[in-house]
């Protein structure tokens, strides 16, 4: 999710890294942890012997990792398929990860068969294994651009198409697409990870705020708090996966269930507005900062309280009465486009921004020659470490650069792959030129590092905003006639794959880093794990696929909104504005704009009064989705905020075990729930809510049939 569709707003969105680390760190130190942040931590583990890079990668971490990664596969998709919010789950695996294998050290222990204590570094390949694997979930596009290449979404946008620009999921065709396009990204900056980490001293605020958290769980200090936790964790999980067990017997048909829950009465329902006892959104709306949950409400009351009403009562005057509700032509055109404008503006304003910071803390560095200046990084003053290195700098920096990943491997690794998807991508795609690979192979390295070096400073990685770039160019490149849909959309496919990858790559770095994980281990660990991700993520989709026959249908319970955006930005590039309904490019031009100015006031009055200026990205989702989710966010949202009001201490060290326990039981549920609809087995009631004349109708239609 990837926090993290694990980041501009609009990554952050898909793929979110949504967490601060501030809190993370408050978590890693608080209560009986605050010692950690004041003594030099690798002080404390001096006593410990780092083990070599060959010991780090052993079987029981990458068979926990792949047990995670089903589960966390699972998560990400559900949430790719329903909302496209992705929470940062990297805590969550490393903090599982810490919870089996601890599990199965102490039984071994027990047993006096255990060999090889559970160390930090081994911690960290498991969440780097499980995140790179679960990333797949996002990065492969099963809700934007690969499901945006279906029928189902293409008769759901309700354009005119031919055979040309729709190509089905297909078990065989996604698996080889994902180890073709999945690896290019991992050689594309590996050979950068010294200038990133040590010499530029980024700071990769979701890498950094994970490795504080791993370092607390192995710290002798730090144990009691981690057993207290697991058992929390523990007790959440099996609260959630209980809860969704018991709301399925409820669920026989669509619109039946507790999901379904009118609470603000029916009329409100009728717009998206009720709270439909999710706990996976619950859990995201505490680990999400409050700026996020209320900028959804606000987006979802301005669209679907004002905007949606207003333009529906123009239905014959702004487009044809008789257009259907899934037409881009009719009232959808609005609900798609405008949140594309929106995503668009946000995008681009972020763009600019991370590649201005770019330019000039380059420019920062380079004309300080010879000097060991610290770039200035969220808004911190450079300051000469040269002289003044912390010890723990030191011992990590020489650990770091120990274990060589070789240039020539990365280059060699490179060109290899490029030339694989060159020759073999057309085959899976015949309208996906190789010319246009090729130059998306040429250009994507430097994407890719301007992604990982701005994901550094601002914890922002613009995977998405590339690929919506790749769409808009090779969809007017190609044309109507040549399959500019499908071949936009697989060019993204390539795209985001190669910027998202990188700069998680770099993410993960930076924790192994600083827990003194050894390099060439951590790059095993990603390339392991996106193996994993490439075969364990087209399976789980499949099942969702194969389970969920409304799938991709709006109102569905599983609407891939994303999927419909993605497909329209390249039909937006293919037959440009004229197409739009009456009034719908103005709306757009204006929230376009409206976004940069927003984002552009929220830098310029600084982080004291920014907080209290909705976030544009995070208003767009609704506009299409609804509010329902994020209602669910802000009572997720509300109770964290009670909690902390009563107890911060508590709430800290607890509050994103919590969190995680209820996205992740949630998550363990969807796969009986999935293999039961399969399976064709239907829940057996029907709870449905209805206004008190239509139950009378109802009732009076009974009583005549039994007559």
Not at 211 to 226: E, R, T, V
Not at 332 to 358: R, S
Not at 360 to 373: E, I, M, N, P, V
Not at 461 to 477: C, D, E, N, R, V
Request: hydrophobic share 45%.
């Amino acid at each position: 999710m990837d926090n993290r569709e694990r980041e501009s707003h609009d990554d952050k969105m898909e793929k979110g890294s949504f967490a601060s680390s501030d809190h993370w760190k408050a978590l890693a130190t608080s209560g009986e942890e605050s010692e950690l942040a004041d003594a030099s931590l690798e002080k404390i583990f001096e006593s410990r012997e780092v083990p070599p890079w060959q010991k780090q990668l052993t079987f029981r971490a990458f068979f926990v990792s792949f047990i995670l990664t089903i589960l966390f596969s699972f998560i990400v998709m559900k949430l790719m398929l329903t909302t496209g919010i992705i929470p940062s789950l990297n805590v969550a695996a490393g903090l599982l990860g810490f919870f089996f294998v601890k599990t199965w050290t102490k039984f071994l222990e027990k047993s006096g068969l255990l060999k090889q204590p559970f160390t930090r570094q081994e911690n960290t390949v498991i969440q780097t294994c499980v995140v790179a694997s679960s990333g797949i979930a996002f990065s492969g596009g099963f809700g934007n651009y690969l499901f945006g290449m279906s029928e189902e979404v293409a008769k759901s946008s309700g354009e005119t198409y031919s055979s040309l620009d729709v190509k089905n999921p297909s078990l065989h065709w996604m698996i080889g697409f994902l180890f073709i396009v999945s690896f290019l990204g991992l050689f594309s900056v590996v050979s950068l990870r010294k200038i990133m980490i040590i010499d530029f001293k980024l700071i990769y605020p979701s890498g950094t705020a994970t490795a504080h958290l791993i370092n607390s769980f192995h710290a002798p200090m730090g144990a009691k708090l981690a057993k207290k936790q697991v058992k929390q964790l523990a007790k959440i999980i099996s609260f959630s996966f209980l809860w969704g067990f018991f709301q399925w017997f409820f669920m026989g048909e669509d619109g039946c269930g507790f999901n379904n829950f009118p609470t603000f009465g029916l009329k409100a329902h009728k717009s998206k507005f009720y709270f439909d006892f999710s706990t996976t959104y619950v859990g995201m709306g505490m680990i999400c900062p409050y700026l996020i949950s209320v900028s959804l409400l606000l987006g979802s009351l301005l669209s679907w309280g004002i905007m949606w009403p207003l333009i529906s009562n123009q239905k014959g005057h702004w487009y044809d009465a008789t257009l259907p509700s899934s037409s881009l032509h009719g009232l959808q055109g609005y609900e798609v486009f405008i949140p594309i404008a929106m995503i668009l503006g946000d995008g681009l304003y972020n763009f600019i921004k991370v590649m201005g910071h770019m330019l000039f803390d380059l420019y920062t560095q380079l004309s300080k020659k010879g000097s060991r200046a610290v770039l200035p990084s969220n808004g911190r003053a450079a300051s000469d470490v040269s002289q003044a290195q912390s010890y723990d700098d030191q011992r990590r920096a020489l650990l770091f650069v120990k274990d060589q990943i070789p240039t020539w491997l990365a280059i060699t690794g490179y060109l290899f792959i490029a030339i694989i998807s060159i020759i073999t991508l057309p085959h899976i795609f015949p309208l996906l030129k190789w010319y246009y690979i090729l130059d998306i192979c040429i250009f994507a390295p430097v994407l890719a590092f301007c992604n990982a070096y701005g994901c550094g400073l601002t914890d922002w990685s613009l995977a998405s905003t590339y690929g919506k770039l790749a769409i808009f160019i090779i969809s007017a490149w190609a044309g109507k006639s040549q399959g500019g849909v499908l071949a936009s959309l697989a060019a993204c496919g390539v795209m985001m794959n190669i910027v998202s990858t990188a700069s998680d790559l770099m993410q993960d770095f930076k924790t192994g880093y600083m827990t003194l994980t050894s390099p060439r281990s951590m790059f095993v660990s990603q390339v392991i794990g996106t193996a994993m991700g490439c075969i364990v993520s087209p399976c789980v989709f499949w099942l969702f696929y194969k389970a969920y026959g409304t799938l991709g249908h709006q109102g569905s319970e599983y609407p891939v909104p994303y999927a419909v955006i993605f497909r329209s930005i390249a039909i937006l590039g293919i037959e440009g504005f004229s197409t739009l309904p009456k009034h719908c490019l103005t709306f757009c031009y204006v929230f376009f704009f409206g976004s940069m100015v927003i984002n552009g006031i929220r830098d310029a009055v600084g982080k004291k009064w920014n907080r209290f200026i909705p976030i544009p990205m995070a208003m767009a989702i609704p506009f299409y989705m609804g509010g329902y989710f994020a209602i669910d966010m802000c009572v997720g949202s509300l109770i964290l905020y009670v909690w902390r009001r009563m107890n911060k201490a508590n709430a800290d060290a607890y509050g994103s075990t919590v969190a995680s326990g209820l996205i992740c039981g949630d998550g363990i549920w969807t796969l009986p729930s999935s293999i039961l609809a399969l399976a064709g087995v239907k829940p057996p009631i029907c709870m449905k809510f209805l206004s008190r004349a239509t139950d009378a109708r109802v009732d009076a239609f009974l009583q005549s049939i039994k007559m």
